[in-house]
Nanobody, 125 residues
Framework: QVQLVESGGGLVQAGGSLRLSCSAS????????MGWFRQAPGKEREFVAG????????YYADSVKGRFTISRDNAKNTLYLQMNSLKPEDTAVYYC??????????????????WGQGTQVTVSS
């Protein structure tokens, strides 16, 4: 199995940028399709972005399309989420997740078996 640790969260003003990282250890990182999810207080955890094992395919939630970019570096066992033009409604705990079962990209939480502990992102207005 794979262990995941997120970093890079923090407090930023609306319109600003942050880059989240997710460091993976354990089994071969390139065997896993990866995703970013987020959970705001009182809300369900929702899909943000996903990326295939090779990085060749990506998929985004409509709410972040054009503002966020997911990428991965398989040589460094690291997943990234570049977040630009941040809005207060982006405030949430952000989680990275891994799936050995997905061949390309998936948005459903149930497809991902491994999760990190999360990193807080707060966007002030």
């Amino acid at each position: 199995q794979v262990q995941l640790v997120e970093s890079g969260g923090g407090l930023v003003q609306a319109g600003g940028s942050l880059r989240l990282s997710c460091s993976a250890s354990g089994r071969t990182f390139s065997r896993y399709a990866m995703g970013w999810f987020r959970q705001a207080p009182g809300k369900e955890r929702e899909f943000v972005a996903g990326i295939s094992r090779s990085g060749g395919s990506t998929y985004y939630a409509d709410s972040v399309k054009g503002r966020f970019t997911i990428s991965r570096d398989n040589a460094k066992n690291t997943l990234y989420l570049q977040m630009n033009s941040l809005k207060p409604e982006d405030t949430a705990v952000y989680y990275c997740a891994a799936s050995a079962a997905i061949t390309v990209v998936a948005a459903a939480r149930s497809e991902y078996a491994y999760w990190g502990q999360g990193t807080q992102v707060t966007v002030s207005s």
